[in-house]
Nanobody
Framework: QVQLVESGGGLVQPGASLRLSCTVSGFTLDDYVIGWFRQAPGKEREGVSCISVGGLNGGTTDYADSVKGRFTISRDNSKDTVYLQMNSLKPEDTAVYYC????????????????????????WGQGTQVTVSS
């Protein structure tokens, strides 16, 4: 049974940091592209970052322009976990954050910024709330 469980959300002040975790089970992490998405109240779900094995350095990552330079995605296969390190948080980062797994995307899609179509992700976690407020 495929499962993704997010954790690490919370309430922080602007400029603070949080690290979200996405722990997976029921599948091999290397076989899937893992994406982080977020959804703010009244807005559509948007892609934040995604990661895949493969590519020149053995791993490929991509970031939405709104988080580039502030967020870092990484994976620890030994723990079946993908992380999203979020620094310099802003109020506009407030949202429910979801991780998702796709077996249809590959590192080429990630490398070309094509890893954010929600239809390509078959498995989703339940989400974790991130609130950035003073």
């Amino acid at each position: 049974q495929v499962q993704l469980v997010e954790s690490g959300g919370g309430l922080v002040q602007p400029g603070a940091s949080l690290r979200l975790s996405c722990t997976v089970s029921g599948f091999t992490l290397d076989d899937y592209v893992i994406g982080w998405f977020r959804q703010a109240p009244g807005k559509e779900r948007e892609g934040v970052s995604c990661i895949s094995v493969g590519g020149l350095n053995g791993g490929t990552t991509d970031y939405a322009d709104s988080v580039k330079g502030r967020f870092t995605i990484s994976r620890d296969n030994s723990k079946d976990t993908v992380y999203l390190q979020m620094n310099s948080l802003k109020p506009e980062d407030t949202a429910v954050y979801y991780c998702a797994a796709s077996e249809d995307l590959d590192y080429g899609d990630v490398d070309h910024g094509l890893g954010y179509s929600t239809e390509e992700y078959a498995y989703w976690g339940q989400g974790t709330q991130v609130t950035v407020s003073s």
